[in-house]
């Protein structure tokens, strides 16, 4: 692994727990099963439409953002991070409003937080990117951990190394990411480790 100087989180699934059903976000807005949500909404041209499918999804987000939990191990991670003195920030594909909930509900200390409405979603890389740069970093000295095959995809995207997350179900793609854990106390030893190197 290139030397590690920042580390960027997804949110969902991967320092707190979603309980977001897209099968039935599909149902309720009429996307089609093979399709992006975010991708399908794009498309519509109907405003009346669009602003419907829209607010199934924020209704959908803010639901899921009452109950979010952080991931056993998410408080160890973030002391391993002071401790190495690593800057760290959130991408993720959720709304600002619902992302905001998560972070403050469960105390995560990352002022940083990127969403859908401040850059193209994953697996566009300009979120990435653009933290890099603010960060005054190469984009291949930057982990970016998640824990589906878009948040892979947007490190390969910016050049930056990616790091998945499987909670121990080995997935089809997981083979594509640079690194691949269990659980975040894997991620929280291999700061330590860089910590005392």
Request: proline share 5%; glycine share 4%; net charge negative.
């Given at each position: 692994?290139?030397?590690?100087?920042?580390?960027?989180?997804?949110?969902?699934?991967?320092?707190?727990?979603?309980?977001?059903?897209?099968?039935?976000?599909?149902?309720?807005?009429?996307?089609?099963?093979?399709?992006?949500?975010?991708?399908?909404?794009?498309?519509?041209?109907?405003?009346?439409?669009?602003?419907?499918?829209?607010?199934?999804?924020?209704?959908?987000?803010?639901?899921?953002?009452?109950?979010?939990?952080?991931?056993?191990?998410?408080?160890?991670?973030?002391?391993?991070?002071?401790?190495?003195?690593?800057?760290?920030?959130?991408?993720?594909?959720?709304?600002?409003?619902?992302?905001?909930?998560?972070?403050?509900?469960?105390?995560?200390?990352?002022?940083?937080?990127?969403?859908?409405?401040?850059?193209?979603?994953?697996?566009?890389?300009?979120?990435?990117?653009?933290?890099?740069?603010?960060?005054?970093?190469?984009?291949?000295?930057i982990l970016y951990v998640g824990?589906?095959?878009?948040?892979?995809?947007?490190?390969?995207?910016?050049g930056m190394q990616s790091c998945?997350?499987?909670?121990?179900?080995?997935?089809?793609?997981?083979?594509?990411?640079?690194?691949?854990?269990?659980?975040?106390?894997?991620l929280t030893a291999l700061l330590?480790?860089?910590?005392?190197?």
């Amino acid at each position: 692994m290139i030397k590690l100087k920042g580390i960027i989180f997804d949110l969902d699934g991967t320092l707190v727990t979603s309980s977001l059903d897209f099968s039935l976000i599909r149902q309720q807005i009429n996307c089609p099963e093979q399709l992006d949500v975010l991708v399908f909404v794009d498309t519509l041209t109907c405003v009346k439409t669009k602003a419907h499918a829209n607010n199934v999804i924020a209704w959908h987000e803010q639901q899921d953002a009452l109950s979010a939990q952080a991931l056993p191990g998410m408080t160890d991670l973030f002391d391993a991070l002071e401790k190495a003195q690593l800057p760290s920030a959130i991408v993720t594909r959720n709304s600002q409003s619902a992302s905001a909930l998560k972070v403050s509900n469960n105390r995560i200390p990352i002022q940083l937080v990127l969403t859908r409405e401040d850059y193209p979603p994953k697996p566009a890389p300009d979120a990435l990117l653009a933290i890099a740069s603010l960060w005054q970093l190469e984009p291949q000295s930057i982990l970016y951990v998640g824990d589906y095959l878009y948040d892979i995809q947007a490190a390969f995207n910016a050049g930056m190394q990616s790091c998945f997350i499987n909670h121990g179900r080995e997935s089809a793609y997981q083979a594509q990411a640079d690194l691949v854990i269990t659980h975040l106390d894997e991620l929280t030893a291999l700061l330590n480790s860089l910590e005392n190197n």
